[in-house]
């Protein structure tokens, strides 16, 4: 499946962006999906996660109460409304699968990647 991730920008501290990830086919509304972002320098990190069905969600630490992740049923979609950005909220974001247990989540072990989305916060 093709993601392709849209909706970033530059935004002052303070401000809001939202982010959409759009799938190529309908196998995306079967899977655990979540946002993931790569700081420059720094390792891709998992920021949110939801359900196939979008009841469970699951937040790092630093965006937890600042993003919401978001999907509707069978649309292929997902998005992330980032409220409150932090210059360390800059980097580029990425939408792919995640692992679930049916209580934890991880970063999967994807093969493909989109090309991403530049999020930057200045201060």
């Known amino acids: 499946v093709q993601l392709v991730e849209s909706g970033g920008g530059l935004v002052q501290a303070g401000g809001s962006l939202r982010l959409s990830c759009a799938a190529s086919d309908s196998t995306f509304n079967f899977k655990v999906m979540g946002w993931y972002r790569q700081a420059p320098g720094k390792e891709r990190e998992l920021v949110a996660a939801?359900?196939?069905?979008?009841?469970?969600?699951h937040y790092a630490d630093s965006v937890k109460d600042r993003f919401t992740i978001s999907r509707e049923k069978y649309k292929s979609s997902m998005e992330m409304q980032m409220d409150s950005l932090k210059p360390e909220d800059t980097g580029v974001y990425y939408c792919?699968?995640?692992?679930?247990?049916?209580?934890?989540?991880?970063?999967?072990?994807?093969?493909?990647w989109g090309q991403g989305i530049q999020v930057t916060v200045s201060s």
């Open positions: 792919n699968e995640v692992g679930f247990d049916g209580r934890s989540y991880w970063p999967a072990h994807v093969d493909s």
């Open positions: 939801i359900t196939s069905g979008g009841g469970s969600t």
